[in-house]
């Protein structure tokens, strides 16, 4: 399954998120607004494994990029 980037308009944070199909509703990760923005997909240009994908959506609000424990504290934020 894909795994898209999105930014939420309301609170401003980026968060990444499993979807099983294009059309489905994604909510912000943080404070469930629909008003959010898709972002191009990290993982297509890192190549990051599968597995690393499912470690990351099953830490809610971590890092994806660098697995700082808190969102914001790494380089790439
Ligand atoms: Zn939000």
Known sequence: MPIFEYL???CGKA???IVPR???S???AHCNSGNIEKQL???AVAGSSAS???DFAASDG???RCGAAQPGSCALD
């Open 8 to 10: 939420c308009k309301d």
């Open 15 to 17: 968060f990444e998120k």
């Open 22 to 24: 294009h059309d489905s």
């Open 26 to 28: 994604v909510d912000c």
């Open 41 to 43: 997909s990290v993982f």
């Open 52 to 54: 690393a994908a499912e």
């Open 62 to 64: 971590s890092c994806g």
